[in-house]
């Protein structure tokens, strides 16, 4: 006779489920390949604090005398609350356990991985509330209307206040994030270079490719607000993040023939330096993806495999 309190799901070990969960959340998300984790420390439950410390700038003098004058140098301390909060919990009925096998729990941590980069996705790209006027291109009163003729302007404007600002450097790449609708007009742009052509140039994973020297990623996360899509921009310098998946656990059900699967996933952003964020409000119902060509009008795109298709683009934050 089996123990009716021992889990009988045996491909669910929650200590496998962490590490592998925790593997994959660390590849192909949108977002987390434009941020920095450098001061994610150890977390463990919600509103536990990092503390980020910011140093001064130095300021160089030209010498006019043999008396040098020193400069007392403050740095600044902020905080990243870990202030979100997410869990995953499903049952697991044991008919189930005829299919339990490594393929299936590959299968639903896949299905827990894509849920929580929807969310984190979503959470990091409202951030740009935190982006300057200046470094905004379009305004709420008057969004940018975009197409394929006047896209390429646009993303050099984008690209124009990020340097403006000094947030690029030698060694940084800034990063812009779009949507499948902005895609479609940015694939008809002849300034636009799709992955396939940038070399032996390296781009972020998942990348389709470069415009107005900024690397481009693809999400369905970047969703219309109010008609309004907000189109980020930046370099890694901007936002800190960090995260844990705190826990994982099974337990069987006292009420059916069934285990039970949760998990916890704590997760926090700030926005340490504004200067490198940039953003484009753009009109929504102004940019929608515009209508495939018949088949005696159909030209190769930049970005396309010559047949008039696309090469590489991105659901719900997943290259595909």
């Known amino acids: 006779m089996t123990d009716s ?4 799901y045996s491909a669910f070990i929650p200590q496998v489920w962490s590490q592998k969960l925790n593997q994959m959340l660390d590849k192909n ?32 003098s030209t010498l006019t005398s043999d008396n040098i004058e020193y ?9 990243l609350v870990i202030d979100q909060k997410k869990f995953f919990a499903f049952k697991i009925d044991d ?26 996705d979503s959470f990091l790209l409202s951030l740009h509330t935190d982006v300057t006027e200046a470094n905004t291109v379009g305004s709420e009163e008057s969004p940018i209307t975009l197409n394929k003729n006047t896209i390429y302007e646009q993303f050099v404007k984008l690209s124009l206040a990020l340097k403006n600002s000094d947030a690029v450097y030698s060694g ?11 895609e479609a007009y940015l694939l008809q742009s002849p300034e636009f270079i799709s992955a396939y052509k940038v070399g032996d140039q390296t781009l972020r994973e998942g990348s389709i490719g470069r415009i107005a020297g900024m690397d481009v990623l693809v999400s369905t996360n970047l969703t219309d607000v109010d008609d309004k899509y ?11 993040f960090a995260s844990q998946l705190a826990k994982i656990e099974s337990l069987r059900d006292k009420d059916s023939f069934s285990d039970l699967v949760r998990g916890l996933y704590l997760y926090g952003a700030k926005t340490v330096q504004p200067k490198a964020l940039a953003k484009m409000i753009v009109a929504a119902s102004e940019t929608v993806a515009p209508a495939a060509p018949s088949e005696g009008e159909k030209d190769p795109v930049e970005g396309g495999n010559g047949d008039g298709t696309e090469t590489g683009t991105e659901t719900g934050g997943e290259t595909v």
């Open 172 to 182: 940084v790449k800034p990063w812009v994030v779009i949507n499948p609708n902005i």
């Open 95 to 120: 008919v189930a356990q005829v299919q339990a096998n490594s393929d299936i729990m590959e299968a639903h941590l896949t299905n827990a991985k894509k849920a929580i980069e929807e969310v984190q």
């Open 71 to 79: 400069s007392a140098l403050t740095p600044t301390s902020q905080d």
């Open 5 to 8: 309190n021992k889990s009988t």
């Open 230 to 240: 907000y189109v980020l921009a930046g370099t890694n310098d901007a936002i800190t």
């Open 29 to 60: 998300c949108v977002m987390l390949q434009c941020v920095n984790r450098n001061w994610e420390g150890e977390i463990k439950n919600q509103g536990d604090t990092v503390k980020i410390i910011t140093p001064a700038d130095v300021t160089v």
